[in-house]
């Protein structure tokens, strides 16, 4: 069940298009993998070409207990995704209540998902601390922490480490691990902001993404960066990412098992 958590202490860093790029490099290896969305934005469905107008999602329904993987929709491939779902306030509130409270909420919820036999699940979520990350935070086997190449990353960099994110450590399993996004070499002070982090956080820095305008352009037309640009630096960089992080959790890429998950699909 390896669980990877996409998270950061900044908004629009990159965060669901890692977690997308991601879901995507890992399940071209052979790997059945789910993207699950925590974000109320609900934006990490439209990498798997679910439209705009499609509203099924998990978190309507969460606070009374049941099983999320029957919200589970099939995506291309080995995929999957479980959106947040459109929502209205007091679902949310109802939601985020449940996870602040009930100890157990998360694991019945994504049990039968956590317990799926080689099943990676790659959670997306908020920026900044949520009841969601901090959640599930003791079930993670790895977060990779988003950052931008700029100055306001770098000044919040103390609040992951001074566990600002969860109000404790991240993870006791791989730990965390940070990604630098939108590196650009034209730029004087992306280059000194990456060359700092690259100083700083030594062998926790896990990868570099440089901007990349193929990025923007595959995100709207609802493609994988390997699918809508496979030369481009972006799906170099991120299939990089993609197999230390499988590294790191023993993941054996390019194994193709095939595993029927058609009872949790739904579809
Ligand atoms: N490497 C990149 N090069 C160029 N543009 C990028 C790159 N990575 C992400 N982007 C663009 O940056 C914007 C923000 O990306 P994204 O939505 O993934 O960030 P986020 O951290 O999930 O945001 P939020 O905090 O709102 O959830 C998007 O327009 C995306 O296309
Ligand atoms: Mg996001």
């Known amino acids: 069940m390896p669980l990877i958590c996409v998270c950061s202490p900044?908004?629009?860093v990159g965060k669901t298009t890692l977690a997308a790029n991601l879901t995507y490099s890992l399940a071209r290896a052979g790997s059945k993998v789910l993207a699950l969305d925590f974000d109320v934005q609900n934006a990490l469905r439209l990498h798997f070409g679910v439209p705009l107008s499609d509203g099924r999602g998990y978190?309507?329904?969460?606070?009374?207990?049941?099983?999320?993987?029957?919200?589970?929709?099939?995506?291309?491939?080995?995929?999957?995704v479980l959106p947040y779902g459109e929502v209205t306030e007091q679902q949310r509130i109802d939601f985020e209540d449940k996870l602040s409270h009930d100890e157990?909420?998360?694991?019945?919820?994504l049990g039968s998902l956590?317990?799926?036999?080689?099943?990676?699940?790659?959670?997306?979520?908020?920026?900044?601390?949520?009841?969601?990350?901090?959640?599930?935070?003791?079930?993670?086997?790895?977060?990779?922490?988003?950052?931008q190449a700029d100055t306001a990353s770098m000044s919040l960099l103390p609040h992951?480490?001074?566990?600002?994110?969860?109000?404790?450590?991240?993870n006791s399993k791989q730990g965390h691990f940070f990604?630098?996004?939108?590196?650009?070499?034209?730029?004087?002070?992306?280059?000194?902001?990456?060359?700092?982090?690259?100083?700083?956080?030594?062998e926790q820095l896990i990868g570099i993404i440089h901007r990349d305008e193929s990025v923007i352009e595959a995100n709207a037309s609802q493609k994988s960066i390997f699918e809508f640009s496979p030369a481009s630096a972006a799906a170099f960089d991120i299939?990089?990412?993609?197999?230390?992080?499988?590294?790191?959790?023993?993941?054996?890429?390019g194994d193709g098992t095939v595993h029927n998950m058609s009872r949790m699909s739904g579809l």
Do not use: C
């Open 59 to 80: 978190v309507a329904k969460a606070a009374d207990s049941y099983d999320w993987s029957q919200n589970v929709l099939g995506a291309s491939g080995n995929m999957f």
């Open 179 to 202: 990604v630098v996004n939108q590196s650009d070499n034209r730029r004087q002070i992306s280059r000194d902001v990456t060359a700092f982090m690259e100083e700083k956080l030594g």
């Open 114 to 147: 956590l317990n799926y036999p080689g099943l990676i699940i790659v959670a997306d979520f908020p920026p900044g601390p949520s009841a969601a990350l901090k959640a599930i935070t003791p079930l993670a086997d790895i977060h990779l922490v988003t950052l």
């Open 160 to 170: 992951v480490e001074n566990h600002r994110l969860t109000g404790g450590a991240l």
């Open 10 to 12: 900044k908004g629009g």
């Open 239 to 253: 299939e990089i990412i993609a197999k230390k992080v499988a590294a790191k959790l023993g993941i054996n890429v």
């Open 104 to 109: 157990h909420f998360l694991t019945r919820g």
